[in-house]
């Protein structure tokens, strides 16, 4: 399965270990995650773009939070926080 890191860019700093675990078409956090392990999925992947589920920890978003460009994932600008032009993710595996 693939694992997702943070970046050097992502805004609250690189983190070398794996933040969400892509399985199927649903990401869900690691035991590494920053604010600790779910086992539900929080987001959803359709097509290039990232949504939230209704598993989220903030709710539920039918916009677009993220979006895959090769193996790196940036902000869309529906995010919550805001668009950034810089890949705040990447995929490994």
């Known amino acids: 399965m693939s694992k997702i ?8 700093g690189y ?7 892509i399985k199927g078409t649903k990401i869900y956090r690691t035991v590494s995650h920053v604010d600790g392990y779910n086992g539900m999925p929080q987001y959803e992947i359709k097509g290039d ?12 978003n039918g916009m677009p939070q993220y979006q895959i460009k090769g193996s790196k ?3 869309t600008v529906s995010h919550v926080d805001g668009y950034n032009g810089m890949p705040q993710f990447e995929i490994k595996g």
Do not use: A, F, W
């Open 73 to 75: 994932i940036y902000r």
């Open 5 to 12: 890191y943070r970046t050097v860019s992502h805004v609250d």
């Open 49 to 60: 773009k990232i949504y939230r589920t209704v598993s989220h920890v903030d709710g539920y």
């Open 15 to 21: 983190n070398g270990m794996p933040q969400y675990e």
